[in-house]
Structures are given as C-alpha cells and as structure tokens.
C-alpha cells in the first residue's frame, strides 16, 4: 500500500498467502486469491489508496474500469479534503471576526470613558478660570479698599501732623 500511494502506481499481487485475507459470509468462508491496489491522485499528488481483493485474477478492462473509478474517488476525496480546510478557515475567520469585534467594543467603551474624562477635566478647567477670575476681582476690590485706608491713614496722619504744629 504504501509502495503504491508513493510511487502512484498500480500494484497487482497474484497468489497471496493463505491467511492474508479472509472473506466471510453466511455462505462460509474462502480465502482471497488476487490483490489491486490503486493509488487515489490528484493533479500528480497521492491521496490514497484503494486495495481490491478478488478470487480471480483482475483483467485489463477492469482495471482500466477501476482506474477511472479511482480518479473519480480521488476527486472527491481531494474535494472534501478542501472543503474540510475550507470549513476549518471559515470557522478561524468567524472567531478572528468575533474577537475583532468585542475588540472594536471595547476600544469603542475606553474612548466614550475618555471622552467623558476630557468631559469633566474641561468642566473642571472652566470652574478653576471662574474661581480665579473671581479671585482676581476681589484682590482687585481688596487693592482698592487697601489704598483707601492708607490713604485715610495719610491724610489722619497729615491733619495730626498740623494740628501739632498748630
């Protein structure tokens, strides 16, 4: 068998032994006498092979009837080979899909975070301007009421000033 799927070719073995093969049935038992084996390929590539055991040795036209056989064999088994892959691709394209999608969610979840944190950091920034501007203007206010008084102070300090030398 492995001889035949190798070099893809036909092997006929006339005369097996006795306990090679056995073929039972209601009727009893009875030894096979001739063995095909036949290489399953496709496009000069071995796929299987298919061992034929008879009574009698296998004629020409029926190996040429088995060769035909095998090619039609061998192009289905080739075919559901590629499907089987196929399958096998698809169904890896469906997770890659899957994974790729709870992917995109979860970037899609950290970005809505992200922009609800930039969010509420701007609506912090706009509250730290109005306490500081707010700041400024009663600094401004504590300025003036500050140059008031000195200003009140000068002028006490003046009036006193001249009443002494009065």
Known sequence: VGTSFADQEFIEIDDLPEGYSVLRSGLGDEHLKHLLLAPLKVNEMSVGVVELGSFRKIKGYKVSFVEKICENLAST??????????????????????????????????????????????????????????????????????????????????????????
């Open 77 to 166: 088994v080739a075919t559901e080979k590629a499907n089987a892959k196929l399958k096998k691709l698809i169904e890896q394209t469906r997770k890659q899909a899957a994974e790729l999608q709870e992917g995109e969610e979860e970037l899609r979840q950290n970005l809505e975070e992200m922009q609800a944190t930039q969010e509420e950091s701007v609506r912090r920034e706009d509250e730290l301007i109005k306490y500081a501007e707010e700041a400024a203007s009663r600094e401004e206010i504590l300025n003036q009421k500050i140059e008031q008084l000195e200003q009140q102070i000068k002028d006490l300090t003046e009036k006193a000033m001249r009443k002494k030398k009065k």
